[in-house]
């Protein structure tokens, strides 16, 4: 198999239209609709102007293939697996003193392949990161034993336990 005849019918089947769905034919234009709706035009205009030029779908069809394209844009700039930053490991003791989990070097995710380890960028969490109101970002930084125990720690909280001996300070 000739890999640059194959390459260059794909890509050329990938450019026909007519065989492309809408949603497809819409997400290789996003870029040029949303620049449009944020000049102001209306989206009856914009679906207009598609429908004119071959996409045609009805508005609620164009909203929701909007939406959904939005969200698929919004997800993938959160990944859970951003490229990590070439930094070297904590050495400082405020940094072992940080409950933040650790950031992975490329050499260390290229030597290690297993799915389970994740990538997450360094993240401060604050002093009471227990109880604090956490950021999103802070949020799924947190490891599944550091968001057990915070888990705990809120629910001990809001719900006391009335028969649990708290330790008794004596002087």
Not at 5 to 17: E, H, I, K, P, T
Not at 22 to 37: F, G, H, M, P, T
Not at 113 to 126: C, K, M, Q
């Amino acid at each position: 198999m000739d890999n640059s005849v194959a390459a260059a019918r794909l890509q050329m089947l990938a450019n026909v239209s007519e065989k492309r769905p809408k949603a497809a034919q819409l997400r290789s234009i996003i870029d040029d609709v949303e620049l449009a709706l944020s000049a102001g035009i209306s989206r009856q205009h914009v679906r207009d102007e598609l429908a004119s030029l071959g996409l045609d779908m009805t508005l609620n069809v164009f909203a929701l293939t909007l939406k959904r394209i939005r969200r698929e844009r919004r997800h993938c700039a959160q990944s859970p697996f951003p490229v990590p930053p070439e930094i070297a490991p904590a050495t400082s003791p405020e940094q072992r003193e940080n409950p933040a989990p650790a950031v992975v070097s490329k050499q260390a995710r290229s030597e290690k392949s297993d799915a389970s380890v994740f990538i997450t960028e360094s993240i401060g969490l604050p002093d009471d990161w227990m109880t604090a109101e956490l950021t999103p970002a802070q949020i799924r930084s947190l490891t599944p034993t550091q968001r057990r125990a915070r888990t705990q720690a809120k629910t001990a909280q809001y719900f006391p336990n009335r028969f649990q001996t708290s330790p008794v300070v004596e002087s």
